[in-house]
């Protein structure tokens, strides 16, 4: 039985940079559920914990441990695999810690992007790359609408910098090297904004840190509850990504083209609605308020997407509601607690499975295979 995404992906080459990370290893459960062949590029494993550790994603991949900011070897591997496909996720992730390492931040983010897009340069097949960046990419002035595609890049952190920076990067390979009549690479940028997700144990991350701590029934502290975010689950975005690689695959029209993959703008919710409705899956929840006393660096306090683009160009949209989100995320973490010693694989493609049937019923594009 045919199922969405196989026809463009089953049996491919694909590379994943950050395939240890958290939304990299989602994705490479995915593709290898598709039957992809698949190769990692990362520098390390980014915690312990973590879903690349409990899923076994290790057990399907072809496993490199390199610094994405490694010219040579990045371009090494590159040129040895031959991929059909690039997904670029490999990043320093977070806000806060970019003011403790704003160096490594903005190599990492923007040079690291540029070596992959360098290394696709001297491979001569069709290719197909998405890269990858963030919402943070956008110069938040913290308005109300959802920023848009054409919106102004830059940031006032050092991530959010960094990411402006990788996309300037995107841009200009772009125009200078596969615009050109000869070019077989293709790219997509996307820009996505906070997502959740069963196996996400990355430090000062909300959901992370409540379930860590309710498993140890332990208290836990809330730097920002009145912070509102566009919640949606890993998935979300990675259809997306999905969604664009096989739109290039098909044809060039939407090449060179940055797209945002989020929620509607209704599913704003402040993090402390987030953690009332993850308290409906998780008996004895404690939790702190200690906005008044936490140190403050600069986040963003509102950050909204449009995503009308990738609904008229893609026809993609986000299939699940709020709670729906949430669920899933809660559940995915009690499997996990209740059964330390087994593999969340399975429990993990289950999810998948589950995701991709509500986008059915949603209507969505990409998973109406029939």
Known sequence: MSIPFD??????????????????????TWLHHLGANITGISNDIVSDPSNYSASSVSSFVNDYRVDIRDTSKVASIIKEVQPDFVFHLAAQALVRPSYESPIETMTTNAIGTANVLDALRFVDKKIVAIMITSDKAYDNVEWVWGYRETDRLGGKDPYSASKGMAELAVRSYVDSFFNVPDSNIRVGITRAGNVIGGGDWAVDRIVPDCMEAWANSETVDIRSPHATRPWQHVLEPLSGYLCLAENLYLNDQNHGKAYNFGPPADQNYPVSELINEMSKYWNQIKWKDISKDAEHVHEASLLKLNCDKALFDLRWHSALQFEETVKMTVEWYKEYYQHPNQSMYDFTVSQIKVYTKAAKLNNIAWADND
């Open 7 to 28: 026809k463009i992906f089953t049996g491919k080459t694909i590379i994943i940079t950050g395939h240890t990370g958290f939304k990299g290893s989602w994705l490479c």
